[in-house]
């Protein structure tokens, strides 16, 4: 059995190792286990990581954008076998990339439309297309066309990207294949139509509020952007030095910042709400958000064989929006089969355990995120707390 104290060991040695900072709390049914803050969240200030610290969420952003979607779909606002342009019109026909047996490649239109299913499930078949950097990828050259126009723009709404994009011809019939990228951006832009309004202001509406997240957010208030911890990436000595600063742009307010949807910040004490919540079938702080049901269906792994094997962690498989335990032993896990959760690029972690009503939500701030060293380690004893 691990105890605080070796948590508290644990963290200390990841800043001994050159980790700058990072915070983590462990919460079973309401009560917390385990909270700490350990190293710096800006070294030339040498600021201490506090309660009060900020962390960039990147992908960890898709746990409550996918976690509205299912509360959504439980309030009947759509069907998960519902066509992913009868809410945004200009996707009601897609195209998709074929390879011929002499070599060529030619675009056809796809047999069926991509549908709300496909997009939770990372089945739409685009994957992300950030840059315009050089690619021998043929479905990221037409993703790269399709936003051409945008980046010369230098600023865009989500919904002038998924009008663009939709002309993007897929690397594969949609449902056939997992490909993690833009399906993220469908469902927010199915999220904002289905609420007729923006969808961080949904997710504020459905999740921040109710849940008293009040630290989390897309765009910077008060003193946020203050209260972030410093980003830092490896050097050509590998060395941490400071990161690059344009990872944060999009989180000043203006339009002129506006890069589709801005993914979330936020910290360890907002976010374990959301995970106690979905840890305790739906409810939290004697408030009910979802049903029991409804979650199942979300930490459910939905990949057939075929798709498992483009699914890159072992003793893992796929739900909506989230991986999910399906194989302790092929995992070297120890954790319970069906607890879910994701991770951040920059090196956030969740994941939720509704068999022990458990959640467990580590943040640093990295580039690489080093996520094989710090969060099977952080798994490893959060449940050794148990």
Request: aromatic share 10%; glycine share 10%; net charge negative.
């Amino acid at each position: 059995m691990a105890t605080a104290k070796d948590i508290d060991r644990l963290l200390e040695s990841f800043v001994e190792r050159g980790l700058p900072g990072c915070s983590l709390k462990v919460m079973q049914r309401g009560e917390t286990l385990y909270e700490g803050y350990f190293g710096v969240a800006d070294r030339d200030t040498g600021a201490p990581v506090t309660k009060t610290s900020l962390f960039r969420q990147a992908s960890m952003s898709k746990i409550p954008l996918y976690t509205a979607m299912m509360m959504l779909y439980e309030r009947g606002k759509f069907l998960l076998s519902d066509p992913v342009g009868d809410y945004l019109p200009q996707w009601k026909a897609s195209r998709k990339y074929v390879r011929q047996p002499n070599g060529y490649v030619k675009v056809v239109p796809t047999e069926r439309p991509i549908t709300i299913r496909d997009t939770l499930s990372m089945k739409c078949g685009l994957p992300y297309c950030n840059s315009a950097a050089p690619t021998e990828d043929i479905t990221l050259r037409g993703m790269q066309e399709c936003m051409k126009p945008l980046w010369e723009k230098g600023h865009y709404t989500l919904q002038e990207q998924l009008s663009a994009m939709s002309e993007a011809p897929l690397a594969c019939e949609p449902g056939t294949h997992w490909m993690y990228g833009f399906s993220s951006e469908l469902a927010a832009g199915i999220l904002e139509k289905v609420c007729d309004k923006p969808a961080n202001e949904a997710l504020k509406e459905l999740l921040f509020a109710p849940l008293g997240m009040e630290n989390t957010a897309a765009l910077f208030f008060g003193d946020a952007e203050q209260r972030m911890v410093s980003l830092y990436a490896l050097d050509e000595k590998g060395e941490y030095a400071p990161g690059p600063g344009f990872f944060d742009k999009k989180h000043r307010p203006g339009e002129e910042n506006e890069a589709g949807w801005a993914r979330l910040f936020s910290n360890v004490e907002d976010y374990s709400r959301l995970m106690q919540m979905l840890a305790c079938g739906g409810a939290y702080g004697g408030l009910r958000l979802m049903s029991p049901g409804t979650i199942d269906l979300m930490r459910a792994n939905g990949l057939d064989a075929a798709q498992q094997r483009d699914f890159p962690e072992e003793g893992y498989g796929y739900g909506y929006g989230v991986r999910t335990l399906t194989d302790n032993a092929a995992g070297n896990l120890n954790g319970s089969p069906g607890a879910f959760g994701w991770t951040g690029g920059f090196g956030t972690w969740c994941e939720a355990d509704p068999k022990e009503g458990l959640s467990i939500v580590y943040m640093h701030n990295l580039i690489p995120n080093d996520e094989g060293y710090y969060h099977p380690r952080v798994r490893t004893i959060s449940y050794g707390l148990l």
